[in-house]
């Protein structure tokens, strides 16, 4: 499970370097107007990696069995986060759509204290709740920790496609 928090520290940090770079017009910058800026996507990341630490944290005690269908649903979650397709968040992420921070140290600062909790919780799970369900993604079902770190890094990089998009049309503009 190292591994795949370095992996998504290295994610984290080639975006907050990226975006250091663009300049405070660029970071505001929307392609029209029901879109996100760049400091809307670094808010919801953070946002989702809040709550599911906290849900973690909650249903630790009693961790869940994964259910194989879970597993199936999930690895299919996976692919399709690893795709560069756009996904319409499920209704139940509906508290982890953004709310634009009013600088880029603000929405880094959110992230990293969202980091530090995933990253603090999953380490601190013992093995039988490592094993276990414990968090339940509102498509895939439950996942064990491995796999909610794995949908974590899946939920970064496919934000990192839009990232992609939104860069190039943002320093365009700017």
């Known amino acids: 499970?190292?591994?795949l928090i370095?992996?998504?520290d290295?994610?984290?940090a080639?975006?907050?370097q990226d975006a250091?770079?663009?300049g405070p017009e660029a970071l505001l910058f929307r392609p029209a107007p029901t879109t996100w800026c760049a400091l809307d996507v670094i808010d919801h990341l953070s946002k989702v990696e809040s709550e599911i630490a906290l849900s973690v944290q909650a249903n630790a005690a009693t961790?869940?069995?994964?259910p194989p269908r879970d597993k199936v649903m999930?690895?299919?979650v996976y692919s399709a986060m690893y795709a560069p397709t756009r996904i319409k968040a499920p209704a139940g992420a509906a508290t982890t759509l953004p709310r634009t921070p009013a600088s880029l140290e603000e929405a880094s600062g959110t992230w990293s204290a969202a980091r530090q909790l995933v990253t603090e919780t999953i380490t601190a799970l013992e093995e039988k709740q490592v094993r276990g369900g414990?968090?339940?993604?509102?498509?895939s079902g439950w996942m064990s920790a491995a796999g909610t770190l794995r949908f974590l890094d899946a939920h970064l990089a496919h934000h990192a496609f839009q990232w992609k998009r939104l860069r190039a049309l943002a320093l365009k503009q700017a």
């Open 1 to 3: 499970m190292q591994k």
């Open 6 to 8: 370095a992996t998504m």
């Open 10 to 12: 290295g994610r984290k």
């Open 14 to 16: 080639a975006m907050l």
């Open 20 to 22: 250091a770079a663009w």
């Open 63 to 66: 961790p869940r069995a994964v």
């Open 74 to 76: 999930a690895i299919v």
């Open 134 to 139: 414990v968090f339940q993604h509102p498509v």
